[in-house]
C-alpha cells in the first residue's frame, strides 16, 4: 500500500499563490508517475498535473504557465506551486499516484490522497 499526505490549502485571494505538498510512504517503489487532481463541486475530478519519475510533466491547459509541478525523489515528494489563483480554482485538490504491478500482466494502480480544499475568493 502506498499512503498519500497531502497538505497546504486554504483560503486566498484571487492573484495570490499557494503550494501544496503531498508526501508518499509505504510501498513507494514502483511509482512511476505522481500528480494532482481536484474535483469542484458538481464536476467531475479532472487532471491538473503530472510528473513521472524521471520529471517529465503534464498539464491541463487552464493551469499552463500558473501552476508547476515538482518532484523530490528522495523525500517522495510532490509539490504544486499554484500562482496567479482564480475564483475558478477553486476545489479539493487530490494527490496521486501511479505504480505499475503485475499479476500476470501489467497494470496501472492508482493511491489517492484525503484530498485538501483550495478556496480562491476576495
Known amino acids: 500500500q502506498v499512503q498519500l499526505v497531502e497538505s497546504g490549502g486554504g483560503l486566498v485571494q484571487p492573484g495570490g499563490s499557494l503550494r501544496l505538498s503531498c508526501a508518499a510512504s509505504?510501498?513507494?517503489?514502483?511509482?512511476?508517475?505522481m500528480g494532482w487532481y481536484r474535483q469542484a463541486p458538481g464536476k467531475q475530478r479532472e487532471l491538473v498535473a503530472a510528473?513521472?519519475?524521471?520529471?517529465?510533466?503534464n498539464y491541463a491547459d487552464s493551469v499552463k504557465g500558473r501552476f508547476t509541478i515538482s518532484r523530490d525523489n528522495a523525500k517522495n515528494t510532490v509539490y504544486l506551486q499554484m500562482n496567479s489563483l482564480k475564483p475558478e480554482d477553486t476545489a479539493v485538490y487530490y494527490c496521486?499516484?501511479?505504480?505499475?504491478?503485475?499479476?500476470?500482466?501489467?497494470?496501472?494502480?492508482?493511491?489517492w490522497g484525503q484530498g485538501t480544499q483550495v478556496t480562491v475568493s476576495s
Open positions: 510528473i513521472t519519475s524521471n520529471s517529465a510533466t
Open positions: 509505504g510501498s513507494v517503489s514502483g511509482i512511476n508517475a
Open positions: 496521486n499516484a501511479a505504480r505499475r504491478e503485475y499479476s500476470g500482466y501489467y497494470y496501472t494502480r492508482n493511491f
